[in-house]
């Protein structure tokens, strides 16, 4: 029982993570509809929707994270400590209890992440609204497959997904 709440909360962590990120963006992408739009904002938004669906939605988050935060939530209703537990959204984000080249990948992951986000502050509206809808949708998709990839983990017999725990510890 202790598991499966550390488990729902991991999951639950990294869903309101991704749903703060998708309401205040969303917030900031909007603003740019205020300004008047030129043929080739027009043509920007609809690039950078397409490809940010392509690759943060479907590549980062369906491929790659979202079946590996739910395979380690699984890991932790499976294996639950008191310190995964508590920092379950963490522990399933691989910030921690992880392979090194997890560990590595979580943070540069992060750090590139809060890299683009300071430099996109920097551009002027409506650039930076278009880009910010394009981050949005990129953060709905996953946070869509985060709950289907969660709900498969949960339910399923099998998960056929690594939770990228050190190998002496699972």
Known sequence: MVGALGAFWGVAG??????????????????AFAHELSPS?????????????????YRGFQQRFA???AARARYLRQHPRALHLLLAPLFCMGFFHATRRRRLTSLSVTFTIVALILCVR???????????????????????????????????????????VPEDQH
């Open 14 to 31: 990294v869903a309101l993570l991704l749903g703060s990120a998708m309401y205040r963006l969303g917030a900031v992408a909007l603003t």
């Open 122 to 164: 920097l551009l002027p509206q409506p650039w930076r609204g278009i880009i910010d809808a394009g981050v949005v949708i990129g953060l709905a998709w996953g946070l869509f497959s985060l709950l289907f990839f969660a709900i498969r983990a949960f339910t399923a017999e099998r998960f056929d997904y690594a939770p990228d």
């Open 41 to 57: 904002h027009w043509a920007s938004l609809l690039l950078v929707i397409l490809f940010m669906a392509y690759a943060e939605g």
């Open 67 to 69: 079946p590996r935060v």
